[in-house]
């Protein structure tokens, strides 16, 4: 018998393990009122550990657990039932801790206990359905992508455009209006940054708005604040303006998973706003023009996801997490505040309400519940008796933190960050269903009651359909991916079509990393030129006008401070092919330019042609 154990968190874990064809498969369980359904509060607590051999299907066990608010009146063994079900009697176990045993079962009983699907439950006199219960799983994975991100053939250089921002995550252009990138700054403030110089001025500012950042107080990390912004398609012609803001609960929301006499943490309200004459040199935000679209419960600080774009549709697509805490699932304890507002499967799987997806209006119509965006038609969940939310165009997600469309092909990239383990980025279809929490990137979660969830290599009970990441990592490499953009500018030919993104830190320490992942489903390092690391936390991506990249970090990690930065993505000057190296090739392929160019590669001083200057430069930076 292969008996494993530890305690952590105040809380006894033990394994079962299940022999399969001669394979040891450890197994978790974990005993408590949590898991209960409905769940009860109780400091009861118990671990299990067992072993079942699959040449004659004897399970034997051994259960310990205390604390039981009363009597113990039965103890079973039930299945098949996921979490949040119940189920009937497998087999009868006698009272009292230990309880050890063996039990031959048939091959379906087998079956189902492998799937998840079987639980312990110990019934009291004070709660005779069961005060405490425990889902027999599979272990944990050490790690669940041992091969490491290795560095890719490409170099490129980050060229600082903008300095002196608080935590920059987001940045867009807006056609015609090429020299400029609207930057969103955490604390409030919507950046207009003139890309020629590096000035920039103030064009909205929602910080009156915002709950108090810093969730540990001053200079302290949040997930809230000015999260995302979204240009009308026509915008120099009517002025208009999206923006995501988190919000003081204050009023009554659209939306909302909160249960009676629980309070939301705070509110994401999306906004329209109108720039009276978008073409004005100094044009800002009139801040009398702001109307609400939709208001939205959040239940805890973290996972508000909060990228607005609007789509190749013209519609306006808008992410949200799952509502912050951990594993997606009411009772577990953090910040000192049980966790409410996510319900038994979790608000990713439970597409009856706005959480854990990514939403799809049209922000010109009225149809929708209270008159202020309209429903696009052809939104997939419109079917008559379909009690899923019509706004939602995709769902499963945890905090897809960033999204962006390939400008090119209009592919929705969706990055979602996860839980404790995998990282993925997902291409995002209509009505598709991305995993969480029965998945964390492509393998099985296992929510684990009050105890830390984890991911598992084994093929767990789930729904049909669910659709897999493009590519994945994990916390080997990072702790929470920052999703980007397919690149589609011009100064960066190998990387044309190739999808940009990164990870916040590896450590918490400003470490954060640059990844590109192209359609082979490889993730690789840039290489940086003049510079061993990146040596900052990421904390989003911009795409200007002409599609080229930008890297928005800062050296804190927080809403707070002055370090935040604007990066544009270049190579040295040039390197035309990334390689790192200015030699005969780019030589070659500058007089193969030789002339005008207005907007290639070799035009380096992007006055419109290449000639003399472009060579010069070229030569200053060869080898």
């Known amino acids: 018998m292969n008996i494993q154990g530890w305690v952590a968190a105040g809380m006894a874990v033990g394994t079962l393990t299940v022999s399969v064809e001669g394979e040891r498969i450890p197994l978790v369980i974990t005993l408590d009122g949590f898991q209960e359904s409905p769940s009860v509060e109780t400091t009861a607590m118990g671990s299990g550990t067992g072993q079942i051999d699959t040449d004659t299907n004897e399970l034997s066990w051994v259960i310990?657990?205390?604390?039981?608010?009363?009597?113990?009146?039965?103890?079973?063994?039930?299945?098949?039932?996921?979490?949040?079900?119940?189920?009937?009697?497998?087999?009868?176990?006698?009272?009292?801790?230990?309880?050890?045993?063996?039990?031959?079962?048939?091959?379906?009983?087998?079956?189902?206990?492998?799937?998840?699907?079987?639980?312990?439950?110990?019934?009291?006199?004070?709660?005779?359905?069961?005060?405490?219960?425990?889902?027999?799983?599979?272990?944990?994975?050490?790690?669940?992508?041992?091969?490491?991100?290795a560095a890719g053939p490409l170099h490129v250089q980050l060229q600082t455009v903008a300095d002196g921002l608080t935590a920059p995550n987001w940045g867009t252009g807006v056609a015609g209006l090429d020299d400029t990138l609207f930057v969103t700054d955490q604390p409030g403030v919507l950046w207009a940054i003139d890309l020629t110089d590096g000035s920039r001025r103030a064009f909205l500012d929602t910080a009156s708005l915002l709950v108090d950042l810093g969730i540990f107080g001053p200079d302290s990390f949040d997930e809230r604040g000015l999260l995302g912004v979204a240009f009308h398609p026509g915008y120099l012609d009517n002025g208009k303006l999206y923006t995501y803001t988190s919000e003081p609960a204050a009023k009554?929301?659209?939306?909302?998973?909160?249960?009676?006499?629980?309070?939301?943490?705070?509110?994401?309200v999306i906004r329209a706003w109108t720039v009276p004459d978008p073409l004005a040199p100094d044009a800002v935000v009139d801040p009398a023009t702001t109307r609400e679209l939709m208001r939205i419960d959040q239940p805890q600080f973290n996972h508000n996801a909060g990228a607005l774009a609007f789509g190749p549709d013209g519609m306006l697509y808008i992410a949200l997490g799952d509502g912050g805490g951990a594993d997606d699932q009411d009772g577990q304890v953090s910040l000192g505040a049980a966790m409410i507002g996510h319900g038994c499967i979790g608000n990713g799987q439970d597409a009856t309400n706005v959480l854990g997806s990514v939403l799809r209006i049209d922000p010109d119509g009225t149809d929708s519940a209270n008159g202020q965006y309209g429903i696009p038609p052809d939104n997939p969940f419109l079917s008559p008796g379909d009690d899923r939310v019509n706004e939602i165009y995709a769902f499963g997600f945890r905090n897809p933190f960033r999204f962006s469309f390939d400008r090119e092909t209009g592919a929705l990239y969706v990055a979602d960050v996860g839980q404790n383990h995998v990282e993925e980025v997902n291409i995002v279809d209509a009505g598709g269903n991305y995993g969480w929490k029965h998945r964390e990137g492509s393998f099985s979660f296992v929510p684990n009651g009050l105890m830390t969830g984890y991911a598992t290599d084994r093929d767990l009970a789930e729904p049909p359909d669910l659709l897999a990441p493009f590519a994945e990592y994990d916390h080997d490499e990072g702790i929470a991916i920052v999703g980007g953009f397919v690149y589609r500018g011009s100064k960066i030919v190998p990387l044309q079509g190739v999808y940009v993104f990164g990870d916040f830190a590896l450590t918490f320490s400003n470490d954060g990393r640059l990844f590109h992942v192209a359609d082979d489903g490889v993730i690789r390092e840039f290489n940086l030129v003049g510079q061993a690391d990146f040596g900052l936390s990421l904390l989003g991506f911009g795409e200007d006008a002409r599609g080229e990249v930008y890297v928005l970090a800062n050296a804190t990690g927080t809403p707070f401070?002055?370090?935040?930065?604007?990066?544009?993505?270049?190579?040295?000057?040039?390197?035309?092919?990334?390689?790192?190296?200015?030699?005969?090739?780019?030589?070659?392929?500058?007089?193969?330019?030789?002339?005008?160019?207005d907007g290639c590669p070799p035009d380096i001083d992007m006055d419109g042609s290449v000639g003399f200057t472009d060579l010069l430069t070229l030569l200053a930076n060869w080898g």
């Open 64 to 149: 310990n657990f205390a604390g039981l608010s009363a009597a113990e009146t039965a103890a079973h063994f039930h299945g098949p039932a996921t979490l949040c079900e119940n189920a009937g009697v497998q087999i009868a176990l006698p009272l009292g801790s230990p309880k050890i045993g063996s039990a031959t079962l048939s091959d379906g009983q087998v079956a189902d206990l492998l799937a998840g699907m079987w639980y312990v439950n110990v019934h009291s006199v004070a709660h005779p359905p069961g005060e405490i219960r425990g889902q027999i799983m599979p272990g944990p994975l050490d790690d669940p992508i041992p091969p490491p991100i």
């Open 252 to 268: 009554r929301a659209d939306f909302s998973t909160i249960p009676a006499g629980g309070e939301a943490n705070h509110q994401s």
């Open 561 to 597: 401070g002055a370090t935040g930065v604007v990066l544009r993505l270049a190579t040295k000057p040039g390197d035309f092919d990334a390689t790192g190296s200015v030699d005969f090739v780019d030589l070659i392929t500058l007089l193969a330019a030789w002339g005008v160019c």
